[in-house]
């Protein structure tokens, strides 16, 4: 039923179609070596094969698509596992359809998403309860290491769930001066998307 309510959003859309439907992690693998797909709608909860892992499973292949990572449930433990595999979005089910179909085409254009309930509980996993927050890594710390101050600013506005117009009016720059700190930043500590950048600053505690 749930999957019948997406094929039908999906399919009202004039740019915008669904090429298959799985019932279960392993299936999605199976029909994504039938079908291309720009992007895919992972649940978590799935027999046979979870979504997690058969995110990660496809994200390891050729030319992969992109994945939006569903659930019922807004735990840190399903978003951060899932956004560790390689999702690009994480959402709950119950996200209105304008923001489900948004998520769709700004991960399709490159772009990541980060329920911003979900944002919040990571940031909440990764602050201990003293206010001290877990000692970093040495591949964290190498990772930023060329990261500017401005930039680390930046990355840590990132990591709270906002948007670069609203980086831009927190520390008074430009939306143009804002996208270029976050494409070096990108560059510089070698994530892929804004998810990664998110998990990057949660582990290094600057959320």
């Known amino acids: 039923m749930v999957r019948a309510g997406f094929r039908m959003l999906v399919d009202s859309q004039p740019d915008l179609e669904v090429v298959g439907e799985a019932g279960d992690g392993q299936a999605a693998l199976d029909l994504l070596t039938q079908v291309t797909a720009d992007v895919v709608?992972?649940?978590?909860?799935?027999?046979?094969?979870?979504?997690?892992?058969?995110?990660r499973r496809i994200l390891?292949?050729?030319?992969?698509p992109r994945v939006i990572v569903l659930t019922t449930f807004d735990l840190d433990e399903y978003a951060f596992a899932a956004l560790q595999a390689g999702a690009s979005a994480f959402l709950l089910k119950d996200a209105a359809p304008p923001d489900l179909l948004a998520a769709i085409r700004a991960v399709q254009a490159g772009d990541?998403?980060?329920?911003?309930?979900?944002?919040?509980?990571?940031?909440?996993?990764?602050v201990q309860p003293?206010?001290?927050?877990?000692?970093?890594?040495?591949?964290t710390a190498r990772r930023l290491a060329d990261v500017t101050d401005r930039e680390r600013e930046v990355l840590s506005l990132i990591?709270?769930?906002?948007?670069?117009?609203?980086?831009?009016?927190?520390?008074?720059?430009?939306?143009a001066t804002v996208k270029t700190h976050v494409g070096r930043l990108l560059?510089?500590?070698?994530?892929?998307?804004?998810?990664q950048l998110v998990l990057l600053a949660l582990e290094a505690g600057l959320g």
């Open 41 to 55: 709608l992972m649940d978590v909860r799935m027999p046979v094969l979870d979504g997690v892992e058969a995110t």
């Open 60 to 64: 390891h292949g050729d030319a992969p």
């Open 112 to 126: 990541a998403v980060v329920a911003p309930s979900t944002t919040r509980r990571l940031l909440d996993h990764f």
């Open 130 to 139: 003293s206010g001290s927050r877990a000692v970093v890594s040495g591949t």
């Open 159 to 175: 990591a709270r769930g906002l948007t670069n117009p609203e980086i831009a009016a927190s520390l008074f720059l430009s939306e």
């Open 187 to 195: 560059a510089k500590t070698d994530s892929r998307d804004r998810v």
